[in-house]
């Protein structure tokens, strides 16, 4: 098992008047690895945000995310960037 990361994102309660959702917040990364080699031995936090827009069936979008490292052992500071886009099919 690697490490546990956990997003919270807030929220408009209706979308833009293009139709796109979007939300920022919190990511937080806990030091669960069961393994040195799945996991980066670190706790982090940072900031993360979504936005997507629905049509039909489709859902189009892109996350991201940075991580910083804020407590760990002696392995090597985190500075991690996620950028996601993604596409899905309903």
């Known amino acids: ?7 919270a994102f807030l929220s408009p309660v209706k979308p833009t008047a293009g139709g796109w959702i979007w939300g920022a917040g919190a990511i937080a990364q806990f030091d669960t690895a069961n393994n040195d080699r799945l996991g ?6 940072g900031p993360t945000a979504v936005m997507l827009t629905m049509s039909g ?12 490292s804020i ?5 090597p500071a985190v500075n991690q ?10």
Request: no cysteine; glycine share 16%.
């Open 71 to 75: 407590s760990g052992g002696d392995r």
């Open 40 to 45: 980066q031995g670190k706790t982090a936090l």
């Open 57 to 68: 069936s489709w859902v189009y979008g892109g996350l991201i995310n940075n991580l910083w």
């Open 81 to 90: 960037m996620m950028i996601q886009p993604f596409v899905n099919y309903n």
């Open 1 to 7: 098992m690697g490490d546990v990361q956990f997003s």
